[in-house]
């Protein structure tokens, strides 16, 4: 697409298209004979447990701020897996497994390319596939020995029975990412995989090709509008006359790619310099209820000014339509300066806010390294004004980090966002009349500070609906130290009442992370049924409630 294509006002238009996606996705699920699961309010089917990304897991019933002490809540089991794991962990609740009758489940991919289905209570291998060789680390990526081969976390559509997963495969010298949809009852493919390629026509003539050797798809997976969307961005920025933030959809029924965008569309630059890319630091993409798709961009050009309407959005907040038109953006006025400096606004996750009462029902948050958070008007973001003032509803300081917020509705029926930057995890009441925040408690930054860099975390809250007491605050410390062998430097699980985030009620090691100095651990923790999992280096841990605990440690690396 070219940039004087790129609309600037939103047109939607209902067709047949999306009747044969639907035909499409029943006919799959139905030649695949898998059970048409009905999604159970404990499923975790994506990142941050929805497409809003709110990192609100609802329905919990067991835990509390009561029962989560170091006496009556602690670790369960300990998975121990083939590689790392930067995916978040998915669950399904009574998932039909082939031959082995109606379990829950965990579905986790690894850095080796592997993906796991484990019981959820106990921690046993169900199945596990290899969807091949894993590209090693490369290009000063920092994400940590030897592989990196699955990064993003997945996306369950339980209508079909398949998990969507790009996996980063070697074949000789060259390496390909590709798609998979593979059934959640066996591991199997359920559609031909695709190899993900992408081309685009940029400014003054020529093609960009995307070359999978400098680019990493690190956000997590968006399945809206019956399609699976793929971000990507650079390798560490270390080849920014090649890498580009870009975003491409597929059909979820077929796999076939539907649209694609750059979010760099210049040319001809002497020296060459890129980027704009799309990591959020796993954060995946969000989706609001109209399907339209919401992310943020890092730092571009360190060596001269390279915002342009048409051309290039760096250190942006991007709004596309479900098609990947491109509908809005906010840019800060100082992007240049974060630029020079590498102080990405797209370290940090963009969080999609439920419909509010008040003046403006449509609500967005994001911020990265430079430790604000812009609180926006979806239907306005607020554009690019050089020299400022920025045109955004609030900025607040979360603290710098690597980072993405969580949003809760309180025991008041109040709503709160919940940041993680490098000055604590804090709560924030949303005054909904004319939206603003206004800062609750904070845990402070001792239990956010970690390596590398800006540090911060990813919250998520637990609750009974808005019962009084039930709402937990759980998140990953990342390690204080660093070690380059096996198994790495203990990250820690964190719980605080989210009707007070000063005083803890339970922190315990929660795993490892290998060589921390130069691999960030950007975990998030997923809570169901009375038990929260936590990912890291070769392992998945199991807390709950102690009474709760199931048979033996499982070593599950060697199936």
């Keep these: 697409m070219t940039p004087h294509n790129w609309p600037i006002r939103r047109f939607v238009t209902f067709t047949a298209a999306a009747m044969i996606i639907v035909s499409l996705s029943a006919f799959a699920a139905r030649k695949a004979g898998q059970n048409q699961t009905v999604a159970s309010p404990q499923d975790v089917l994506t990142y941050h447990g929805d497409s809003l990304r709110t990192g609100w897991f609802s329905s919990e019933t067991q835990l509390t701020a009561a029962n989560i002490n170091s006496q009556t809540f602690g670790l369960l089991q300990t998975v121990t897996l083939d590689a790392k794991a930067d995916a978040e962990p998915l669950v399904v609740l009574q998932q039909a497994i082939r031959g082995q009758g109606t379990h829950d489940v965990v579905y986790l991919p690894t850095a080796n390319n592997s993906v796991y289905a484990l019981d959820a209570e106990s921690g046993a291998t169900l199945w596990q596939v290899n969807l091949g060789p894993a590209v090693a680390v490369r290009n000063g990526g920092a994400k940590g020995p030897p592989s990196e081969g699955v990064m993003s976390t997945p996306v369950i559509d339980l ?12 074949n000789g010298s060259s390496n390909t990412f590709t798609l998979h949809a593979l059934s959640l009852n066996n591991g199997a493919d359920l559609l031909t995989p695709t190899a993900i390629t992408f081309s685009e026509a940029i400014q003054n003539g020529g093609t960009w090709v995307f070359d999978p050797a400098v680019h990493l798809n690190r956000p997590a997976l968006l399945e809206a509008n019956g399609n699976i969307y793929v971000a990507f961005g650079s390798t560490g920025d270390v080849d920014p006359a090649d890498s580009r933030g870009f975003i491409l959809s597929f059909n979820a029924a077929t796999l076939q790619q539907i649209a694609g965008q750059l979010i760099d569309l ?31 961009t890092g730092n571009s050009d360190n060596t001269r000014p390279s915002y342009s309407a048409l051309y290039n959005h760096p250190e942006s907040i991007i709004h596309m339509s479900a098609a990947l038109q491109l509908l809005d953006s906010f840019t800060p006025f100082n992007y240049f300066s974060l630029d020079e400096r590498d102080g990405e606004v797209g370290s940090g996750g963009t969080l999609v806010l439920p419909d509010q009462p008040g003046t403006f029902p449509h609500l967005v948050i994001a911020g990265g390294k430079d430790g604000r958070a812009f609180l926006m008007n979806r239907d306005n973001l607020g554009g690019y ?18 980072c993405g917020p969580a949003y809760f509705v309180g025991s008041n029926g109040t709503p709160y966002v919940v940041t993680g930057g490098r000055s604590g995890v ?4 949303l005054q909904t009349t004319s939206p603003y925040l206004v800062q609750q408690s904070t845990t402070g930054p001792t239990v956010v500070a970690g390596l590398p860099d800006q540090g911060g975390t990813m919250p998520v809250i637990s609750s009974n609906g808005t019962t009084s007491g039930s709402a937990v605050v759980w998140f990953i410390q990342r390690p204080s130290t660093s070690s380059i062998m096996n198994p790495g430097t203990p990250v820690t699980l964190w719980a605080y009442s989210g009707a007070d985030l000063t005083t803890p009620l339970f922190s315990a090691q929660a795993g490892t992370w290998l060589n921390a100095n130069h691999s960030n651990a950007e975990l998030v923790p997923t809570v169901s049924n009375g038990r929260v999992y936590i990912a890291s280096n070769k392992q998945l841990q199991i807390f709950g409630l102690l009474g709760s605990r199931k048979g033996a440690q499982w070593n599950s690396g060697g199936k």
């Design 159 to 170: 209508t079909m029975g398949a998990i969507f997963v790009v996996a980063d495969v070697i």
């Design 266 to 296: 210049r040319n001809g630059l002497n020296p060459p310099f890129y980027l704009s890319s799309i990591w959020q630091s796993g954060y995946g993409p969000a989706a609001d209820a109209t399907g339209d798709v919401f992310f943020s």
């Design 385 to 402: 004004t050089k020299g400022g003032p920025d045109m955004v509803l609030q900025v607040i300081n979360q603290g710098p980090c690597w």
């Design 426 to 429: 804090t709560n924030w009441q």
